[in-house]
């Protein structure tokens, strides 16, 4: 099955400062998904990236399908941002996704 | 967007007991799936929800220890049987398949204690 990778596995930042959280897979897809899981365990939806750039307020996606690999940018980075980020996506010609082990980031004041 | 309860949000059981678990989707969605994360993991995808019929589950998975039921196309329960303190993870059920996009959707999970 599809093998999905994140770097880095632990980000500390300070309040304020950017980053950028990287996600390769390895093999083709028509589904890439990131999410946030807060200190609460709720899995919240951050971005459907099949391709492209999306922005909503401070963070946005880019993902370069042929070159199989897809970035989250955090900027202004807030103590709420803190948590862990999974990104996801399914094998050839299936639904079920397949999570990357995560990066947990860190915010401090 | 799909907006997913579960029933209970967290439970503490006896070892050799079954606890089910109840995902309720909001919209008539095409799929739905059920998640494991074991503390500090990832999640792992158990088996697909299928409306009226078996549940297809993942390499390592099983239908004696996870029976699934789906009987309509907003509603699935997932029962851990028999359980052991090895079980002790967040389940959460997910649903995607709503206006023809694949994006899932995920429930708040059901955290698990076995003793």
């Known amino acids: 099955g599809i093998q999905v990778e994140q770097s880095p596995p632990d980000l500390i930042l300070q309040e304020g400062a950017n980053s950028t959280l990287r996600c390769n897979f390895s093999?083709?897809?028509?589904?890439l998904q990131w999410f946030h899981q807060n200190p609460w365990g709720q899995l919240i939806n951050l971005f459907y990236?099949?391709?492209g750039t999306k922005q909503n307020g401070r963070l946005s996606a880019t993902t370069v399908a042929t070159e199989r690999y897809s970035l989250l940018y955090i900027s202004s980075s807030q103590t709420t941002d803190s948590g862990v980020y999974f990104c996801?996506?399914?094998?050839?010609?299936?639904?079920?996704?397949?999570f990357g082990k995560g990066t947990k980031l860190s915010v401090i004041p | 967007s799909a907006v997913i309860s579960q029933k209970p949000s967290r439970d503490i059981c006896q070892r050799g007991t079954s606890l089910t678990i109840q995902c309720q989707v909001d919209?008539?969605?095409?799929?739905m799936f059920w998640y494991r994360q074991q503390p500090g993991q990832s999640l792992t995808l158990i088996a697909t929800a299928n409306q009226g019929s078996e549940a297809t589950y993942e390499s390592g998975f099983v239908i004696d220890k996870f029976p699934i039921s789906r009987p309509n196309l907003t509603f699935s329960t997932l029962t851990v049987s028999n359980m052991s303190p090895e079980d002790s993870s967040i389940y959460l059920c997910s649903a995607g398949g709503l206006a023809g996009y694949n994006e899932q959707f995920f429930g708040p999970g059901t955290r698990l204690t076995v003793l």
């Open positions: 990236i099949p391709s």
């Open positions: 093999d083709s897809v028509n589904n």
């Open positions: 919209s008539q969605v095409t799929m």
């Open positions: 996801a996506a399914p094998g050839a010609g299936s639904y079920q996704l397949t």
